[in-house]
């Protein structure tokens, strides 16, 4: 009797282990997995944890959504930490995917993008930049057929150029200088940002390239100093770059001419909680006026509360982007699960993206876009929205006016 007992027992231990193992297999199938690539340091560092939080407040969105609405999946993100380096970007990349990631959100900058571009299109992942702008062929795409698995939810920067350049004639600039980072994203935005200034009939003294991991800027600050020389106020500087723009003006000394000359930035420097904290009166010194793309409907006060709630300030744009490409990313890749009889498929799930970013900016799911109307092209770069003109204040940075990309004007607001 003990020995049937005993084997009995073993028989419910057993299957119990079976059912417990079938349980947590059906459970981990149930699972999207997402992989969050941003700037947690580095020269990206206060917009990379904005996306980060942002991403957070999603997943647990999306998971009540999806638990709503009887939708048998929910989403996990799995955060990494780029440091806006295109190397570590891809390994970060290489590691996720070696844990079954084949979505992602982000990374952020072009050079990363431009940079994980042969691993996405061989492995056949999708990725989904919030802040990605350089134009196609800067990144490595010659036709749409190369970046079909590659969606950007800003505009390129075609679209920014024009705006910097129409800023530059706005404030009366006959000359000017550019100062640009010399990677992907610093040679497209400078590429389109020149042509523009010169459709303007702005002379562009000279341009000067620096190094993304730049320590000293001795050379820089020397050259632009000697260029500028003997210029009156109708000569101003252009920088486009990230962060690091607070070294290069904590290294310009305070009788320095180049602190003479109105100075704008792009969105690599637009609301920089960095600037304010380091160098905050040489910024209001040269203004910094600062373009950043700005499309947010009344849905985004709503992000905007859940950050106070974390004790944060407010997210940027590019942020925002995230949240709606996270959306647009989680319904589709369901979608996708539904066809396909839960397998992957590279191809169905670029498809659905596609096709819901028109659905869900039509509020079709039920859901209104943080961002207002989703227009993709035939890159699957967006193609909708304006640009914010952002300038340093002693209240901090504030929005001065509007670059309207249908009228191609400047409408200022507080200045």
């Given at each position: 009797m003990r020995k049937v007992i005993a084997l009995l027992l073993g028989a419910i231990l057993i299957s119990g282990v079976f059912l417990s193992g079938c349980t947590q297999k059906q459970e981990e199938e149930n699972v999207i997995k997402v992989g969050v690539l941003t700037d947690l340091s580095g020269s990206l560092a206060s917009y990379g944890l904005n996306k980060k939080i942002v991403c957070e407040i999603g997943e647990e969105k999306i998971n009540k959504y999806f638990e709503e609405r009887g939708i048998p999946y929910r989403v996990k993100i799995y955060v990494e930490d780029t440091k806006s380096d295109p190397k570590v970007c891809l390994d970060k990349m290489q590691a996720l995917h070696a844990q079954g990631i084949n979505f992602y959100l982000g990374p952020r900058s072009s050079a990363e993008v431009k940079n994980a571009k042969n691993f996405v299109n061989s492995n056949k992942l999708v990725i989904i930049s919030s802040a990605s702008t350089a134009p196609p062929e800067i990144i490595g795409c010659t036709t749409p057929e190369e970046k079909k698995y590659i969606f950007r939810f800003t505009p390129t920067d075609d679209f920014q150029g024009n705006a910097i350049g129409d800023v530059a004639k706005e404030l009366g600039l006959k000359n000017v200088i550019v100062i640009y980072r010399k990677d992907a994203?610093?040679?497209?935005?400078?590429?389109?940002?020149?042509?523009?200034?010169?459709?303007?009939?702005?002379?562009?003294?000279?341009?000067?390239?620096?190094?993304?991991?730049?320590?000293?800027?001795?050379?820089?600050?020397?050259?632009?100093?000697?260029?500028?020389?003997?210029?009156?106020?109708d000569t101003g500087i252009i920088f486009i770059g990230y962060e690091e723009a607070a070294t290069l003006l904590a290294q310009i000394k305070d009788d320095s001419p180049l602190l003479a000359h109105v100075w704008i930035g792009c969105d690599g420097t637009a609301n920089s909680e960095k600037i304010l904290e380091e160098v905050k009166e040489k910024a209001i010194k040269v203004k910094f006026y600062s373009t950043m793309f700005k499309s947010e409907t009344e849905e985004a006060e709503k992000i905007k509360e859940e950050f106070k709630k974390r004790g944060l300030g407010e997210p940027d744009q590019y942020a925002l982007n995230a949240y709606d490409a996270f959306w647009v990313g989680a319904i589709s890749y369901v979608e996708m699960l539904n066809e396909t009889g839960g397998k992957y498929n590279a191809d169905i799930l670029a498809k659905k993206i596609k096709e819901n970013a028109i659905k869900y900016s039509e509020g079709q799911f039920g859901i209104t876009p943080v961002t207002g109307y989703i227009k993709l092209n035939e890159w699957n770069d967006r193609v909708s929205g304006n640009y914010g003109i952002y300038v340093v204040t002693e209240e901090g940075w504030k929005l001065a006016g509007i670059w309207d990309s249908t009228t191609k004007k400047v409408n200022w607001i507080n200045e």
């Amino acid at each position: 009797m003990r020995k049937v007992i005993a084997l009995l027992l073993g028989a419910i231990l057993i299957s119990g282990v079976f059912l417990s193992g079938c349980t947590q297999k059906q459970e981990e199938e149930n699972v999207i997995k997402v992989g969050v690539l941003t700037d947690l340091s580095g020269s990206l560092a206060s917009y990379g944890l904005n996306k980060k939080i942002v991403c957070e407040i999603g997943e647990e969105k999306i998971n009540k959504y999806f638990e709503e609405r009887g939708i048998p999946y929910r989403v996990k993100i799995y955060v990494e930490d780029t440091k806006s380096d295109p190397k570590v970007c891809l390994d970060k990349m290489q590691a996720l995917h070696a844990q079954g990631i084949n979505f992602y959100l982000g990374p952020r900058s072009s050079a990363e993008v431009k940079n994980a571009k042969n691993f996405v299109n061989s492995n056949k992942l999708v990725i989904i930049s919030s802040a990605s702008t350089a134009p196609p062929e800067i990144i490595g795409c010659t036709t749409p057929e190369e970046k079909k698995y590659i969606f950007r939810f800003t505009p390129t920067d075609d679209f920014q150029g024009n705006a910097i350049g129409d800023v530059a004639k706005e404030l009366g600039l006959k000359n000017v200088i550019v100062i640009y980072r010399k990677d992907a994203w610093g040679d497209g935005l400078e590429k389109a940002t020149v042509k523009k200034l010169k459709a303007n009939r702005i002379n562009v003294i000279d341009e000067i390239p620096y190094d993304p991991n730049i320590g000293d800027w001795s050379p820089i600050i020397q050259t632009a100093t000697d260029k500028i020389a003997g210029k009156g106020a109708d000569t101003g500087i252009i920088f486009i770059g990230y962060e690091e723009a607070a070294t290069l003006l904590a290294q310009i000394k305070d009788d320095s001419p180049l602190l003479a000359h109105v100075w704008i930035g792009c969105d690599g420097t637009a609301n920089s909680e960095k600037i304010l904290e380091e160098v905050k009166e040489k910024a209001i010194k040269v203004k910094f006026y600062s373009t950043m793309f700005k499309s947010e409907t009344e849905e985004a006060e709503k992000i905007k509360e859940e950050f106070k709630k974390r004790g944060l300030g407010e997210p940027d744009q590019y942020a925002l982007n995230a949240y709606d490409a996270f959306w647009v990313g989680a319904i589709s890749y369901v979608e996708m699960l539904n066809e396909t009889g839960g397998k992957y498929n590279a191809d169905i799930l670029a498809k659905k993206i596609k096709e819901n970013a028109i659905k869900y900016s039509e509020g079709q799911f039920g859901i209104t876009p943080v961002t207002g109307y989703i227009k993709l092209n035939e890159w699957n770069d967006r193609v909708s929205g304006n640009y914010g003109i952002y300038v340093v204040t002693e209240e901090g940075w504030k929005l001065a006016g509007i670059w309207d990309s249908t009228t191609k004007k400047v409408n200022w607001i507080n200045e």
